[in-house]
Structure formats: C-alpha cells, structure tokens
Nanobody, 115 residues
Framework: VQLQASGGGLVQAGDSLRVSCAAS????????MGWFRRAPGKEREFVAR????????TYADPVKGRFTISRDKAKASVYLQMNNLKPEDTAVYYC?????????WGQGTLVTVSS
C-alpha cells in the first residue's frame, strides 16, 4: 500500500485548504482511511476518519464543524477539506489506511496557518 499526501501549504487564519491522499497498491474495500496530524513539539493526533465502503465519518473535537473528510472511490483518493483554519491547526498532516491489524502511513504534508 502506498499513500501519497499533497496539498499542504501556507495560509492565513480563516482561510481554507484541501489536502489530498492518493492511495494505491490494493483495493480498499472494508478499509478505513484517516487523517492524523503532528504539530511542532506534540504527539501525533487523530483528525478524521472515513469508512471506504459506506463513507461513515468520525472527527476529533477540535476540528468538528470546520473539517470535512471525503473519499473518491474511482480515484482511490481521500480528501480533507479544512475551513476556518486556525494557527493551532499548523502541523504535518498524515494519511492513514487501516484494516484489522494492517496500518499504513503516507509521508505527510505540511500545513502552516499564520495569524
């Protein structure tokens, strides 16, 4: 499984940004795809998750109402639409694919939000 994250960048507080994750290497039926982030000096934390089959979503409290995770089965891609960004959202964002005891990570994409 290969996960290629892209779309990070430098934005101002209140702006929007969409990061993408292109997945390859297998079919992802029954898998869960997620986004995590690691802010400077902090542990990696969960951001959002979506089930590949049904598209059920789960969000961390700090991003609820601002971030939206989605997936495009035809393109084997997962997206994280981030609105009303805050400086505390600054982090490297990682794509994750998991199924049972399998878990794969992408290389991360840096999102920097200036105040």
């Amino acid at each position: 499984v290969q996960l290629q994250a892209s779309g990070g960048g430098l934005v101002q507080a209140g702006d929007s940004l969409r990061v993408s994750c292109a997945a390859s290497g297998r079919t992802f039926t029954n898998w869960e795809m997620g986004w995590f982030r690691r802010a400077p000096g902090k542990e990696r934390e969960f951001v959002a998750r979506i089930t590949w089959n049904v598209g059920s979503t789960t969000y961390a409290d700090p991003v609820k109402g601002r971030f939206t995770i989605s997936r495009d089965k035809a393109k084997a891609s997962v997206y994280l639409q981030m609105n009303n960004l805050k400086p505390e959202d600054t982090a490297v964002y990682y794509c994750n694919a998991r199924y049972l005891f399998y878990s794969y990570w992408g290389q991360g994409t840096l999102v920097t939000v200036s105040s």
